[in-house]
């Protein structure tokens, strides 16, 4: 162990669409949305994170909202490293060194990524002081995190649905076999959402409010074993262009989402129908896990089981599997090394 080492921190980032989850000494030291407020005029980033994403919808123009990753790849360079940056700053256990550590990262991507994203990532990473910077898939980490063995001959089925995209990936012997990433995930659910208010109650909501509405009365289905009550929404009628409140139920929103689950459910498909037969027995064996938020839509396990005729199975803590298995993978690097990517 040289000097190098002792220097050096480790941390294991999941740079999500929606939220970026870091990893630090086993804990998840940062869960905050993927959101930067920055000044137009200086151009300075005033808030990143939570602080920023109550700014959604709220701002006047001098500040404006960025979301830096637009289908699970860096659309912004400069306000994405600036993000991780200020996360990366924002560790306890790193704020208390006088001088930033050099970092050893692991940090996750999407399966559907090409080089030149791929070295966009890198790049951020590195000028935050990455010394040392792996690359793993998402499906990938989203298994580990899972608690699946994923270096053993054995097909597993991982269906990831993150914010801006949804990952769907058979694995085998620790490489990805066949996979598919569809650009169907929560951001899609909650355009859906926006869409379905303004043409069947002609009230125009944002962002913020049709997220609220996923998560609190979002279902896959529209009969629910135990439904949730109806919510009431505010939000701008575009008739008249006064504030006004509708009732909304869950069977409504399960109208709007349905086109968008159907295309995450064709990709499923189309997965199994490329599935190696001795790898397709073992997932007729043992399944179809779900990670990421969007598995925690009302339903979508049950409505998945239906279609496949195979048993679904949801991770614990969805939101945190990719960020756990890439923490793990991390704190197991000889092991894992021949999945990372350098």
């Known amino acids: 162990m040289g000097f190098f080492d002792f220097m050096t921190e480790e941390v294991a ?16 030291v940062v869960d905050s949305p993927s959101i930067v407020a920055r000044d137009r005029i200086s151009g300075k980033i005033i808030a990143v994170g939570r602080e920023a994403n109550m700014m959604q919808g709220k701002t006047h123009e001098n ?30 256990a790193l704020k208390k060194k006088w001088f930033p550590p050099a970092l050893r990262m692991v940090i996750c991507i999407p399966s559907g990524i090409t080089e030149v994203e791929m070295r966009a990532v890198r790049e951020s990473a590195e000028r935050v002081n990455g010394k040392e910077v792996y690359l793993i898939h998402e499906p990938m980490a989203a298994a580990i995190g899972i608690g699946l063995d994923i270096m053993q001959p054995k097909g597993n089925m991982i269906v ?21 990433s569809v650009k169907i995930a929560g951001d899609v659910f909650t355009n859906d ?34 439904p949730p009550e109806d919510k ?36 499923v498909m189309e997965t199994l129908s490329q599935t190696p ?16 938020g969007g598995s925690m ?3 979508l396990d049950r409505r998945l089981s239906q279609k496949t005729d195979l048993p679904v199975y949801i991770a614990e803590d969805p939101l945190r599997a990719v960020v756990r298995g890439t923490g793990i993978a991390l704190k197991n690097l000889e092991r894992y090394k021949s999945i990372l990517i350098k």
């Open 13 to 28: 980032i999941d740079l999500g669409t929606a939220n970026t989850l870091i990893i630090h000494l086993d804990k998840v």
């Open 63 to 92: 500040i404006k909202t960025i979301r830096p990753l637009k289908d699970g790849v860096i659309a912004d360079f400069d306000a994405s490293e600036k993000m991780i940056n200020m996360f990366i700053k924002n560790i306890p």
């Open 160 to 180: 990831d649905i993150g914010g801006g995209t949804t990952e769907i990936a058979v694995i085998a012997l620790g490489g990805i076999v066949c996979d598919k």
């Open 193 to 226: 959402i926006i869409y379905y208010m303004r043409t069947q109650h002609n009230l125009y909501v944002g962002e913020s409010t049709a997220e609220a509405i996923k998560i609190e009365i979002g279902s896959a289905t529209e009969d629910l074993k135990s």
């Open 232 to 267: 009431s929404i505010q939000g701008r009628d575009l008739l008249t262009g006064k504030p006004k409140q509708v009732q909304v139920s869950y069977r409504e929103i399960a109208k709007a989402l349905d086109k968008s689950i159907l295309r995450v459910e064709d990709a």
């Open 277 to 292: 037969p001795e790898l397709a027995a073992d997932i007729y064996n043992t399944g179809i896990y779900l990670a990421g």
């Open 297 to 299: 839509l009302r339903g």
